[in-house]
């Protein structure tokens, strides 16, 4: 089965093309491939609470493509789906018309809840030792989700307006800020130890800047130190010297701080970068839906 999922970001918009196999009780999910475009929508949603003109027209050509290019793969089912920067924006529903309109393309825009609870179907926590803790913590350009796991179940799950756009562009207050590291302590503090669990476009740079294979445990500590090596490059030098995008060389340093700031707070000493994020949550959701459509078939 082959599936398509668009997540619509406050940093960059991603077309991500995945395959569906089953295997007697055992289904595997092979990503195809993945387009992402860095058109930052969170730069005018968060600074200008509206999306201009110029982004509106550069999303829709975008949209284009990628239903072009959905058509071109078979994909036998897709979901576009939009966060922060675009629930932020007031010309939201807006730009949704015109892009069904213009492209083909039903977006759907998210609450912060359903985005977590998208990113909480990739279900990486029943691949891991079920006697441990788990932090699930996704960091966008517009917001922070984070589930706190136990004995295999979600405990806790809330989504902040901390980003890494947001944090760049100074739209972050002290007192939201301390909120967010507070809430953090307060809700961690029964289940320690606790592991990390770490996906969104930065983690997942970061983690394999250190060179770690997926869903092998990195020593917190050693994520610092890269951290820090990080943020005493200039942005030039990032891109230059690091090998970065240009629109991840200045908010792959936003980012450190916020998962820092988390792993801090959690007293957690290491972390898994299992390499999923939103797009993947949304076909492991397409995929049941698909499976819920066959039984009712009978």
Not at 44 to 70: G, P, Q, R, Y
Not at 72 to 88: F, G
Not at 181 to 203: Q, R
Request: hydrophobic share 40%.
């Amino acid at each position: 089965m082959k599936f398509a999922a668009i997540d619509i970001g406050s940093n960059a918009v991603r077309l991500l093309f995945c395959n569906v196999y089953e295997n007697g009780n055992k289904t595997t999910f092979k990503k195809a491939e993945l387009i992402r475009i860095p058109l930052r929508l969170g730069e005018d949603s968060f600074l200008h609470k509206k999306i201009s003109e110029k982004k509106i027209e550069k999303l829709i050509i975008a949209m284009k493509a990628f239903k072009n290019l959905i058509d071109v793969y078979d994909a036998i089912d897709y979901r576009a789906c939009a966060t922060s920067a675009m629930r932020d924006a007031d010309n939201r529903y807006e730009i949704a018309e015109r892009v069904k309109k213009e492209a083909g393309i039903k977006i759907e825009i998210i609450d912060g809840k359903t985005e977590a609870d998208i990113i909480y179907a990739n279900r990486i926590e029943e691949h891991l030792d079920k006697s441990n803790n788990y932090l699930y913590i996704d960091i966008g350009g517009g917001s922070t989700e984070i589930t706190l796991f136990s004995k295999n179940k979600a405990v806790v799950s809330q989504s902040f307006n901390v980003g890494t756009v947001r944090m760049l562009h100074n739209q972050i207050d002290k007192e939201y800020w301390n909120y967010f590291k507070g809430w953090v302590k307060e809700v961690t503090g029964d289940y320690k130890p606790l592991i990390a669990i770490g996906s969104g476009g930065n983690i997942n740079k970061l983690f394999k800047m250190t060179g770690k294979k997926n869903n092998k445990p990195l020593a917190v500590v050693k994520l610092k130190s890269l951290c820090e090596l990080i943020e005493s490059y200039t942005y030039e030098e990032r891109i230059q010297e690091l090998g970065l995008n240009p629109d991840r060389a200045d908010v792959i340093v936003p980012a450190s701080k916020i998962l820092m700031s988390i792993l801090k707070k959690a007293e957690i000493e290491k972390i898994i970068v299992p390499q999923v994020g939103l797009s993947d949550g949304i076909v492991h959701q397409l995929y049941e839906k698909q499976k819920e459509k066959l039984v009712a078939k009978g």
